[in-house]
């Protein structure tokens, strides 16, 4: 079945992952999104040489995952949208679309004439969609931002993931994290926005910011925070388990990985470890033979949890916790979370074929429609698709390659 | 050959024609598929070379094609079979362009 967003069109003038990862996902869902590139410098995403530390590009590869990530499934025009010349050909394209996606800075849009007015005069009937780093109102309206500053540091993962005491600040765990998360609900305003054109005829601008995105995150702390009047304490949770449950907390195993284990109901669960770990005589041990018992005496609890673990390997707790009905999981690397049985079995890695015919796979977006995995086509090259996009608005070649002569296109 | 900008050079040996957009202040060979091009409106107009069959890499309409070491970019407004080269060596597609970055 065609995905639900099928026949929307997307006019994306949008860099980096936040709103081109919004863009990605439309796509997945059956979009068809047109991707506006800077006629000489391409996505400024396209400049990006290492990720975390990581190269981010293979020597003698077109695939490169920090580009196919937010931007597989569009098409690729190289537009100088500060070119007289190109004005024409981006009305067209607005003419045409139903969605107006950017995160351009607001004097930006204004010096490009793409602001929400200039579109919205152009077709009145478009969701115009602005990602911004700290809103579209406030002192920050015109600042920058990426995840690591507005999503991460702004919006209080940084400091809830790092330890009093530490001597170093913890990273986002993963390249274009908030982001990631910021597209996809991008990708949500857009759907409801549409579903309002739909069934009203009203159309919407939407905005998101990662600030936003950052602070919807760590909601139960800030929540918490506003009701206390005040900062939260800062709690350091014991080093096995929690205060009052030994079966909440990560375990070291003998080879050194890490088992999460998350039985919020200790007195239903403790049996049953006791049980799966060959060590009954714990259940009825009289410092643990009541749920009050084990929670009170959670601390000595913990340590016996600790030494049962760390006296087995990794694989040998996965094979005897599956046999549980309490809730654990393996802690995975990046490179086994792309092998996630469940994943894979839910469709949720795919295939997608490289620009040199090569299979490689992606991690699709976590919304699946109708029990069926979207097929992703790999993302564009720079500036790809102009010849294509601009053909189909009805140029000629001529017209063609006099904007290409006037470096209007390319 | 001092080619000047948005002079149209064409192939003695395929279809191919391309537009200069950069050209430094410098003497270079410019040939498609091993021979020389020529300005269609000069007295070489018409002439016909012969193909190295070792410079058939082809041509695509509209895409650029840049040396940006010798300060050279050509446009291609008409596609052909030959190998468009510069100086002796082949003129890949332009690529993007972005400021370097990292995280």
């Not at chain 1, 006019?11 to 000489?40: M, N, R, S």
């Not at chain 2, 190295?52 to 840049?66: F, N």
Request: charged residues 20%.
């Amino acid at each position: 079945m065609p995905g639900p967003m099928t026949g929307v069109r997307v006019l994306e003038v949008a860099q980096y992952t936040f709103v081109p990862a919004a863009g990605a996902v439309l796509a997945d869902w059956g979009a068809e999104v047109v991707k506006i590139e800077h006629a000489e410098r391409g996505d400024a995403q396209r400049g990006i040489v290492k990720m975390l530390g990581n190269d981010a590009y293979s020597a003698g590869s077109s695939f490169v995952p920090m580009m196919e990530g937010p931007n597989r499934g569009k098409r690729s025009v190289g537009l100088a949208l500060d070119n007289p010349a190109a004005r024409p050909v981006l009305e067209e394209l607005i003419r045409r679309s139903d969605v107006f996606l950017t995160n351009y800075l607001p004097s930006a849009r204004a010096k490009l004439g793409i602001d929400a007015d200039d579109i919205r005069a152009i077709n009145p009937d478009i969701v115009y969609v602005r990602g911004s780093g700290f809103g579209a109102r406030g002192p920050e309206a015109d600042k920058g931002g990426y995840d690591s500053t507005a999503f991460w540091a702004r919006g209080g993962s940084a400091d809830g993931v790092t330890l009093p005491g530490a001597d170093r600040l913890s990273r986002m765990p993963s390249g274009a994290y908030g982001d990631s998360m910021g597209g996809m609900t991008i990708a949500g305003g857009i759907a409801a926005a549409l579903y309002r054109r739909a069934t009203t005829g009203e159309t919407s601008i939407v905005d998101v910011s990662l600030l936003g995105v950052g602070a919807w995150a760590t909601q139960s702390n800030v929540n918490l925070a506003l009701m206390a009047g005040g900062p939260i304490p800062a709690k350091v949770r014991p080093k096995h388990g929690s205060v009052s449950n030994p079966l909440s907390g990560s375990y070291r195993t003998s080879d050194d990985r890490w088992i999460e284990l998350t039985m919020l109901q200790p007195g239903k669960y403790w049996p049953e470890f006791c049980a799966l770990a060959g060590r009954p005589e714990l259940v009825t041990n009289e410092r643990f033979d009541t749920t009050a018992k084990i929670m009170a005496n959670a601390a000595e609890a913990s340590e016996l949890v600790a030494e049962i673990i760390a006296g087995e390997t990794f694989a040998h707790w996965c094979e005897v916790l599956s046999r549980g009905a309490g809730q654990w999981a393996a802690v995975q690397d990046a490179w086994e979370v792309g092998q996630d049985p469940s994943l894979r079995a839910n469709g949720l890695i795919v295939p997608v074929t490289d620009a040199e015919g090569n299979g490689r796979e992606l991690v699709t977006n976590p919304v699946q429609f109708d029990e069926a995995p979207p097929s992703l086509t790999r993302a564009p090259q720079f500036a790809e698709h102009t010849d294509d996009v601009l053909r189909e608005l009805g140029l000629t070649d001529d017209e063609l390659i006099a904007l290409k002569i006037a470096g209007a296109a390319t | 050959m001092k080619a000047r900008v948005g002079q149209t050079l064409a192939s003695t040996v395929d279809a191919t024609t391309v537009i200069v957009v950069r050209w430094p202040d410098a003497d270079l060979d410019v040939t498609c598929g091993g021979a020389p091009m020529v300005d269609p409106k000069g007295p070489e107009a018409g002439t016909s070379g012969s193909a190295d069959p070792g410079q058939q890499a082809g041509t695509l309409l509209g895409k650029r094609y840049a040396a940006p070491d010798l300060g050279v970019e050509l446009l291609c407004t008409k596609p052909g079979a030959g190998t468009l080269a510069v100086a002796g060596e082949a003129l890949p597609i332009k690529s993007a362009t972005p400021l370097p970055a990292s995280d």
